[in-house]
């Protein structure tokens, strides 16, 4: 990300979607800095914070607070998706947060994805596949 108002035309630096980064030259990282790439797990950003000295232990609270609270706004909308259903291990939802911090560290929710892509390609097949995992766990298969 940059404000500087000449990078303004480079989408790059300002939006995160993979469609407009994959032909970015710095798409996996410059020159080995794992800080420098488009896809960071949350490990790569508690690490980052940490090497930037801003606390972790203070923003990942308000990025689970501003999670659980855009949950519970759709929360009616997925409890009526699970009417009639004869299984308890057919209503669960895998959802996807696209947050923001600003320049005060405050969490913004930019966009829910309810049908998040699993497709893992070579950048996040690990954490991907962790995901995945971990969500079967937690329902019980």
């Known amino acids: 990300y940059n404000t500087d108002s000449m990078a303004i035309k480079n989408n ?22 794992p800080f420098s790439g488009f896809k960071w797990t949350l490990r790569m950003l508690q690490n980052y914070f940490i090497e930037e000295g801003i606390d972790w232990n203070l923003i990942w609270p308000r990025i689970e607070d501003a999670v659980r609270k855009t949950i519970i706004l759709g929360y009616d909308t997925m409890q009526n998706d699970c009417l009639g259903l004869t299984s308890r291990y057919n209503c669960y939802k895998l959802l996807g947060f696209d947050i923001m911090l600003d320049e005060n560290l405050k969490p913004w929710v930019l966009e829910v994805n309810t049908d998040p892509v699993l497709f893992a390609d070579s950048v996040d097949t690990k954490l991907k596949s962790a995901m995945i995992a971990e969500m079967f766990n937690i329902v019980g298969f």
């Open 12 to 33: 790059h630096i300002h939006l995160t979607n993979k469609k407009v980064n994959k032909d970015d030259t710095e798409y996996f990282g410059v020159d080995g800095d």
